[in-house]
Structure formats: C-alpha cells, structure tokens
T-cell receptor, first 117, second 113 residues
C-alpha cells in the first residue's frame, strides 16, 4: 500500500482562490518533505524542502508567499497555493524521507492535478 | 550544482527484448546516490532501482539492472525481457547524502507488442 498519501488527487478552482494540498506519511516519520512541480511531458522540478518544525527552504524562482508550505508534524506537510491563477495550473507532487527503511529513499505521493480556471 | 542528463527523449522496444536507457550526471561529490524512477500514465513515481556511489557492484532488481561507471559519471538502466507494463516515463535522479533529489528530463519508453 501507499506509504505517502497526497490529497486531493485533482482540484479545480477559480482564479484568485487558495488551494491546500496535503501530504501525509502513513507508516513512518518524515523528517524531511519535498514539493515538486511537473508540467506536461516535463521532469519534476523541486519547489521547496521542508523539515519538521522549521521554515521551508525554497528553490530559486519559487515565490514563498504564493506557495506556502507547512510541516508542523512528522507525518504531515501542506502546500497552499494562494491566490491561484491559471499559470499555477500544474501537477504537484510531494515526497517524504525519514525513518522508514533506508534514510536516503524518498517516497512519493500520487500527485495533485491543479486546474485554475 | 549537480546536473542529470538523459539524452534519449523517447525509446521503444519490442516485448521480451532488452533496452538500455542512458543517464549521465555531473558532480564533484564523492558520496551520493543514484536512482531510476518509473512514472506510468497514473503519474505515480515508482522507485525502480537505487545505487550507492561507494558500492562498485552494479545494483539489480529482477529484470532491471544498472551499469554504474563512476569515473565516467554514467548510470544506465537495462530492462530485460521487456513487458507491456514497462511502458512509462523513466527518470534518472541524483541525490547527495541527506539532500534533495534532482531529476533528469526523462525518457519515454514504449514497449510494443
């Protein structure tokens, strides 16, 4: 079964609204979680890295005020897309790394397709 | 900065045949990990195989094996006895120990019946 649960799998929202995506590690403590963005037929681009209890580290070019990341517990991280616009439409994937198995392996969620109208 | 290059955007192979996907990377680190991930149409990322840089022995997982050439910074994936279910995007990834993972552009593999 899935070790990382990502919800929702698909969300459609109106321009200007905010959307929250949840990422949960189901059977291990995720000390570090990662958020990626994937455009059609392209690779995964790292947006930010979050460690439990501390502020997220954003990659260059990613607006931290637009993409709010919270990693308040060892099993949950959230990504909130604030004031979403059509150009934010994309596939967002989270991954988690922690106490499960080898500490170097990242386990991926199933992704969230965001469509902003 | 680490870069990962996959020079084959698309490849195809006949069912039951063998195919090799190439990957090169650039790093000055000595301690790192390399991965191949599969992304089927569902878009769920599935770990295919991992290699620790300090290990000389090539990793294998059933029909999947790698050819890890550390000096050449090459990490190719060989899929033997290809199956229709192997049709997917394949991403090569690099990770420094305890750091984030960086992906190549991907290779779209189609297995033909």
């Amino acid at each position: 079964g899935a070790v990382v649960s990502q919800h929702p799998s698909w969300v459609i929202c109106k321009s200007g609204t905010s959307v929250k995506i949840e990422c949960r590690s189901l059977d291990f403590q995720a000390t570090t979680m990662f958020w990626y963005r994937q455009f059609p037929k392209q690779s995964l681009m790292l947006m930010a890295t979050s460690n439990e209890g501390s502020k997220a580290t954003y990659e260059q070019g990613v607006e931290k005020d637009k993409f709010l990341i919270n990693h308040a517990s060892l099993t949950l991280s959230t990504l909130t897309v604030t004031s979403a616009h059509p150009e934010d439409s994309s596939f967002y994937i989270c991954s988690a790394r922690g106490s499960r198995g080898n500490g170097d392996i990242q386990y991926f969620g199933a992704g969230t397709r965001l469509s902003v109208l | 900065a680490q870069t990962v290059t996959q020079s084959q955007p698309e490849m195809s192979v006949q069912e039951a045949e063998t195919v090799t996907l190439s990957c090169t990377y650039d790093t000055s680190e000595s301690n790192y990990y390399l991965f191949w991930y599969k992304q089927p149409p569902s878009r769920q990322m599935i770990l295919v195989i991992r290699q620790e840089a300090y290990k000389q022995q090539n990793a294998t997982e059933n029909r999947f094996s790698v050819n890890f050439q550390k000096a050449a910074k090459s990490f190719s994936l060989k899929i033997s006895d290809s199956q229709l279910g192997d049709t997917a995007m394949y991403f090569c990834a690099f990770m420094k120990q305890y750091h984030d993972m960086r992906f190549g552009a991907g290779t779209r593999l189609t297995v033909k019946p």
